[in-house]
């Protein structure tokens, strides 16, 4: 079904409850314009359904080298200067 890449689970928290909305808008406008780089495939934001400032990516990239391209994008840099959310925990995996 999937196959072999560099895979990241995210978890995101809002820093400010009252961002909600505005971090949603910016957090799917970063999937879009990610997923259009070379080296991604899947760039997917998830809500928290008990917790609404808890946010998930899942994310593949083709390598870590990919990966690591992300965050020279104008999109992504743009994104981290708004400073709406922080990274609470990430995971680096893979398919079995």
């Given amino acids: 079904m999937f196959t072999n890449g560099y895979y990241i689970t995210a978890e995101l928290r809002v820093k400010d409850a009252s961002q909600?909305?505005?971090a949603k808008q910016a957090l799917?406008?970063?999937?879009?314009k990610t997923l259009t780089e070379k080296g991604c495939s899947i760039f997917t934001l998830h809500q928290d359904q008990?917790?609404?400032?808890?946010?998930l990516?899942?994310?593949?990239f083709d390598d870590e080298a990919?990966?690591?391209?992300h965050f020279e994008m104008p999109h992504t840099k743009e994104?981290?200067?708004?400073?709406l959310t922080e990274v609470v925990q990430f995971f680096q995996t893979n398919t079995l």
């Fill in 79 to 83: 994104y981290i200067s708004l400073n």
């Fill in 20 to 22: 909600i909305t505005v």
């Fill in 66 to 69: 990919a990966f690591k391209l």
């Fill in 50 to 55: 008990t917790i609404a400032t808890r946010f």
């Fill in 28 to 32: 799917t406008t970063l999937c879009e």
């Fill in 57 to 60: 990516l899942w994310e593949r």
